[in-house]
């Protein structure tokens, strides 16, 4: 990979975060019902208290270019503002508290439904009409097109209700058990619902995805030459059609990456996962605009690196985007 | 084994399988002809019926021989390099009754495992799309050295050395040993496939159109090399083109398809001075001077029949100038002259009605052919 193609997408995502950083800036001065009359909260503020706090807040000044000007320079210093619900916190202390669990869910369920999906469905449309092929697609049109509340709903009701082998909600259990085990142990079973939950559905959205991508693959001529070849069966797949099928599928994985993160929201919210999705939640509720701005700002910016990243794979995969 | 006596008498097939590096196969006759198809039928099943792309076509192929095979297009020429090594489409099959027997050995009955035996070791093919026949994200070289390593059971070294011997054998500087399909030119990639289609020393070389995708002078530099290596090499080529200056220059015998069928086959040399077949008179008649005009074969009025329903009799019937009663009720059948020239076609076998159905029988041309033949009632077509 060259240095030139490098240069060239970390500017394109440089200019995205600023595009974003702008939008977040429009967006939430254009919002219904202003910030100072939700931070007061009280009909009858005298416009002496009213106007000190538009002064705090800086909504007394203009907004471009002032206002502009100063929410540029926070949020270069990553300073995103206080929270109006958990007082006393900064936004930045709010979000990194809860951007663990989500990571951890939504890292996770990529990882597990990326290697799942995608060998399920270079599989299925390797051998097209076999049973794999036949169970494999009907299955992950139905996981494909379910939300995830309806997938995680009956996994609670069965898996943690009805058998109780794993907890319905939450992180961790009241008064866990100690140690780096136990711990590790009580973790993994409140994550193992939420887990399966993303990852059920995004196994089936990639394989569906995977399936024709590599059923557009074999009938390239390369891999007749490689059939022509002699090549065993399984070798033609892995070491031919799979790495060009491959190529569409970093793209498409990356472009997904905002639903899954939305998704993941609504998994969280189903199993009641302290991640970002239940602050969402709570942030909407509770109109704290500075935490879902800060929100907004993450979920953004972590989509345009997981393109930045899927550019620079792809640029690893694919010696054509070389030059 | 077989009686000696039925084997190919050329004194020459012998020194030219011994060159191989490899072993015959275990099953092999090594007093059998090279390759010897008989009655290949191919068909393409669709919702509406069988698609019977190749319907009864029989030939031989020795060793060192270049047979080229033309036809326009949709005949069915590819259909059957395919059958070969049986990489047809999905909806392809090849029928009861056909043979291909390679060594004595017939590749029908095989398996598809028990095939992988053959393909590339035995045959190998050069295909039309100089572009696409090359995996692009898998360096030239080793895609040169994998049926090496893989098939030949060589390591990792000296699979690679051949890879790049085979390079410098169709003239790839070492150099560029290292590059990518995208980073080559078309006429490299193609050369880069040949070099590949050499790797594991094939019997039998098959190249489907290998220089149409190409301009005019780098299809040139790819058939003389070609032609060179097929010299050097002692290799058995059938060269499937719709060019056929290319078939005159380069091949040994002609095959002229025409919608499945076997119209004409013979050596070059009779076959395009003195063409029997009203179908390959066509074909040559497009091309006023071989060696120099390269318009193709579209030029012939009408087109080919419909493969599904094919008509009754000479399929060439609702195309031909000399079309007779009994040419849209009977299959022509094919006769072989004493010049080694078969032909099917209705205009040889009135003369001798008994000689129907026979493969050898020796008929003269009827003055119809003889007419046919002349460049007066070519002019009048
Ligand atoms: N997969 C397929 N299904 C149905 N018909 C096919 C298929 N492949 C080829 N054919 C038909 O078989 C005939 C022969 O095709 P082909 O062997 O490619 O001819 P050529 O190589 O001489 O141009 C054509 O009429 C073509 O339409
Ligand atoms: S058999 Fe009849 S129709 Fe067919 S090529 Fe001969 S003369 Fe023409
Ligand atoms: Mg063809």
Redesign the interface.
Known sequence: MSGHFLGRKLGQAAVTIVAIVLLNFVLFRLMPGSPDRILLRNPNATPEAIAAIRERWGLDKPLFPDQLVDYIAATARFDLGDSFKFRGQTVGDVILDRVGPTVLLVGLGELISVIVGLAIGAYAGWKRGGVVDRVGSSVSLVLYSMPYFVIGMPLIVILAAGLGWFPTSGMQDVGAETGFVGGLVDLARHLALPLLTVSLGLIGQYSILMRSAIIETRSEDYITTARAKGLPDGRVLRRHAFPNALLPMVTLIAINFGYVIAGAITAEIVFSWPGLGTLTITALSARDYPVLQGIFLLVAISVVIANLLADLVYGVLDPRVRV | MSDPAMSDPRDDAVPVRGRRQWDLPKQADPTAPLLEVRDLRTHFKLDRGWVKAVDGVSFNLADGEALGLAGESGCGKTTTALSM?R?LPENGRIRKGSSIKLFGIDLVPKTERQ???????EI??V?Q?AM???????RVRDQIA??VR??LGQSETSSRKRALELLDLVGIPSRRSDA?P??LSGGMRQRA?IA?ALACDPAIVIGDEPTTALDAMVQAQILQLLEQLRRDLGLSLMLITHDLSVIAETCDRALIMYAGKVAEEGPVSRVFTAARHPYTQKLLGAFPNIRSDRRTLEVIPGSPPDLLNPPPGCRFAPRCQYVMPICSEVVPPEITFDDGVRVACHLYTTASEGAIGSQTTTVEPTAATAAAASPASRASA
């Open positions: 090594v990489l095939l992988q035996r053959y393909r590339w070791r190998s093919i295909f799309g696409n026949a090359l995996n692009p994200v898998i994998e049926p893989v098939r990518y995208h980073e496939i590949m």
